[in-house]
């Protein structure tokens, strides 16, 4: 088959074709179209439920209880118990099975966001880690030593304390100097000087 070449890229104007069907005919059609759905979901339900009363007279026949001893009812409970026991271990199982699906399906919808690059961030949690687990995770075995931050730390002695002190005090008597300068008393001092 040889292919034909693509259509010019300017772009065509089409007119809409008028529809051949009158108003009238559309909507005896859509009424049509309508009961008969419903006739179709109506049929659908009594299946159902007939298959529904199939299945429980296959699985459960009516049971005889009427002149029976005392260890024939006890026998029929213990295998009433026992298919009770099957069923909810099905039913386990079923559950079991969707939710492993219902997993496996977010985890493909999230490959699929991931390719198409639209991908919702995630709200990050506040997670307090060491510089050491920080270089663990970063660079994993590899990292020989340790980070110890407060170790690389500058030493200072009580000294060099006492001493930043007493710079801060001098800086704190300005304050006490203009008090004292304030009023005629200062002004004074100040043309006295």
């Known amino acids: 088959m040889k292919q034909e070449p693509p259509p010019a890229l ?8 008028k529809s051949k069907i009158s108003a009238s005919r559309r909507l005896s059609l859509k009424i049509l179209l309508l009961t008969r759905a419903a006739e179709d979901l109506a049929a659908e339900k009594t299946a159902r439920e007939e298959e529904k009363v199939r299945y429980l007279g296959e699985k459960l026949p009516p049971l005889q209880l009427i002149g029976l001893e005392m260890n024939d009812l006890q026998k029929i409970c213990k295998e009433i118990f026992e298919k009770i ?48 687990e920080m270089l663990k995770a970063l660079f994993g075995s590899k990292n020989k030593g340790s980070m110890d931050l407060r170790g690389n730390l500058k030493s200072v002695k009580k000294e060099d304390i006492k001493q930043e002190k007493e710079l801060t005090m001098e800086v704190g008597d300005w304050r006490k100097n203009v008090e004292a300068m304030s009023g005629m008393e200062g002004r004074k001092k100040m043309f006295d000087a």
């Open 85 to 132: 026991d099957k069923v909810d271990e099905e039913r386990y199982d079923c559950e079991a099975k969707f939710f492993k699906n219902h997993r496996e399906i977010n985890d493909l919808n999230l490959k699929i966001m991931d390719l198409g690059g639209k991908f919702k961030k995630p709200a990050l949690r506040k997670v307090r880690v060491s510089a050491d």
């Open 10 to 17: 300017a772009p065509k104007t089409v007119a809409k074709p």
